[in-house]
Every structure is written in structure tokens, then in C-alpha cells.
């Protein structure tokens, strides 16, 4: 079945490292997702990875994937105000473009 | 380039009235798919059209819930009549016949809330 779990917050000061977890339970998912929701904007998509990869890094993020655990995290480096949100973690499964979704983490950036 | 856009951004309505949602994908899109998420849970599919075809609509949670795509271009959502549990942000997304890794594009979504 399918079924994406995440934290429901985490909270960290300015300029540290916030690491944002995710579990999945889908061993077919060809790509996994980390999208981005500010208040009162929309789904953005930060970065995803591919499902032969175990590790993507884009400027301040870093994705690590352990398939043998279906683990998914999402680092991001000198963490800022303006990252404050709530970030989705979602898995894409077969040929299609069909999306499970985690119940997102909320981050609070504290100065 | 237009994103997808939807309307309206928020709506306010009574227990038993009816609201229709509109969502317009990325010009040349043929795929759009409607999701939600109520309050505080994860963001759940309803469902995919290809073109004016409903591929996918497993993820309606009943017959109150009414999705159209006449034309293939924009596409509806009503929900009638709207019950308390309707309340959440429903999001809509596109994308083309071959999306690529990236997948589908969002819109900034419609939260409702039902009183």
C-alpha cells in the first residue's frame, strides 16, 4: 500500500541545519519530491530525486535517499527565516505522475 | 509562461450550499489532477483527467463531489452539498503527456472552508 509519513514539526534557530524526515512504504516509486508551502502560496517544488540515486545536493539542500529503509530526508544548510513553511515529502509510483503525499513538516525558524 | 491558475483563492460557505471550483492548467497540458488536504493531514489525490477523460478518480471520496473537464482545457470541481469535512485547501496540477522527472505543476490552490 501506499503511505508517507513525516513529522508534523520541527523547530531550529537561524543558521543551523534543519534535517526534515521522511518514511515511505511504496519499494516501486521512481522518483520522490520535496515541495515547499509558505503561508498562503502555493505547492512549489524544491528538488527531487530519482530512485537509483542515494544522494541529490542543490546549493543549501541535500536529499538523502536509503531505499533498503525507504528513508528520505531533506537537510537544509544555514537555515533562514524566509525557509519557515511547511515542506511535503511525496512519492511518484509507476509510469504516471500520480503523487502520494506525506502530511508535511511544519519548520519554524527561530532567530 | 501562465501557471496553472485557480479560483477562486478562498471561499467561505455554509454547511449544505453548493461551490464550484475552477482550476486553469498550463496551456498544452493534457494531464490535470485535482488534490486536497484537510486540515493538518497529508495531501490526498481525487483525481486525474487526460484531456476530457476522468484516468483516474479513485481518490473522490463520494458522490458529492463532482469533477468536469469539458473541452479538455479548464476544469471544475463542485462540491454539493458541502459538508464540514469538505474544509481544506484543494490544490490542482498539470502537466504534459510526457512529464518528466520534475512531474506536475501547481496551482496556488483553493482553500475552503464550510461553517
Known amino acids: 500500500g501506499e503511505d508517507v509519513e513525516q513529522s508534523l514539526f520541527l523547530s531550529v534557530r537561524e543558521g543551523d541545519s534543519s534535517v526534515i524526515n521522511c518514511t515511505y512504504t511504496?519499494?516501486?516509486?521512481?522518483?520522490l519530491y520535496w515541495y515547499k508551502q509558505e503561508p498562503g502560496a502555493g505547492l512549489q517544488l524544491l528538488t527531487y530525486?530519482?530512485?537509483?540515486?542515494d544522494m541529490k545536493q542543490d546549493q543549501r539542500l541535500t536529499v538523502l535517499l536509503n531505499k533498503k529503509d525507504k528513508h528520505l530526508s531533506l537537510r537544509i544548510a544555514d537555515t533562514q527565516t524566509g525557509d519557515s513553511a511547511i515542506y511535503f515529502c511525496?512519492?511518484?509510483?509507476?509510469?504516471?505522475?500520480?503523487?502520494?503525499f506525506g502530511t508535511g513538516t511544519q519548520l519554524k525558524v527561530e532567530l | 509562461e501562465a501557471g496553472v491558475t485557480q479560483f477562486p483563492s478562498h471561499s467561505v460557505i455554509e454547511k449544505g450550499q453548493t461551490v464550484t471550483l475552477r482550476c486553469d492548467p498550463i496551456?498544452?497540458?493534457?494531464?490535470l489532477y485535482w488534490y486536497r488536504r484537510v486540515m493538518g493531514k497529508e495531501i490526498k489525490f481525487l483525481l486525474h483527467?487526460?484531456?476530457?477523460?476522468?484516468?483516474?478518480e479513485s481518490g473522490m471520496p463520494n458522490n458529492r463531489f463532482l469533477a468536469e473537464r469539458t473541452g479538455g482545457t479548464y476544469s471544475t470541481l463542485k462540491v454539493q452539498p458541502a459538508e464540514l469535512e469538505d474544509s481544506g485547501v484543494y490544490f490542482c496540477?498539470?502537466?504534459?503527456?510526457?512529464?518528466?522527472?520534475?512531474?506536475?505543476?501547481f496551482g496556488q490552490g483553493t482553500r475552503l472552508t464550510v461553517v
Open positions: 511525496a512519492e511518484r509510483t509507476g509510469g504516471g505522475n500520480k503523487l502520494t
Open positions: 496540477a498539470s502537466s504534459q503527456d510526457q512529464p518528466g522527472p520534475k512531474g506536475a505543476f
Open positions: 511504496d519499494s516501486s516509486s521512481t522518483y
Open positions: 496551456s498544452g497540458h493534457d494531464n
Open positions: 530525486i530519482f530512485s537509483n540515486m
Open positions: 483527467f487526460v484531456k476530457e477523460s476522468k484516468q483516474d
